[in-house]
């Protein structure tokens, strides 16, 4: 089992920057592949960024390619989601997630464990 939780939500203006932080339970950690997705009321959960366990290799969509990093410590067992030049359309829930094995994966509906969500708004 491994449990999920979020912090570093907030309100922040266009072109501003937040640093979304994921911790999880457990001394399994590093042999999980991390992401993050968002959702907006009424859609579907959508991809943001994926790391692999070791943090090799790490892949984003377009929509965020160049303003979003994520990265892992895998010694404090916590994911980042460093995000700049924050647009309006970025507002949402982000969730982190987390899937074990090594094939990477783009859907929520591929991953196992789920953090509780932290709210991110940006105002135009």
């Known amino acids: 089992q491994v449990q999920l939780v979020e912090s570093g939500g907030g309100l922040v203006p266009a072109g501003g920057s937040l640093r979304l932080s994921c911790t999880a339970s457990?001394?399994?950690?590093?042999?999980?592949?991390m992401a993050w997705f968002r959702q907006e009321p009424g859609k579907e959960r959508e991809f943001v960024a994926l790391?692999?366990?070791?943090?090799?290799?790490?892949n984003y969509p377009d929509s965020v390619k160049g303003r979003f990093t994520v990265s892992r410590d895998n010694a404090k067992n916590t994911v980042y989601l460093q995000m700049n030049i924050l647009k309006p359309e970025d507002t949402a829930v982000y969730y982190c997630?987390?899937?074990?094995?090594?094939?990477?994966?783009?859907?929520?509906?591929?991953?196992?464990?789920w953090g509780q969500g932290t709210q991110v708004t940006v105002s135009s």
């Open positions: 997630a987390a899937r074990s094995g090594l094939i990477l994966e783009y859907h929520f509906s591929r991953y196992e464990y």
């Open positions: 457990g001394r399994t950690f590093s042999s999980h592949t």
């Open positions: 790391i692999t366990g070791s943090g090799r290799f790490t």
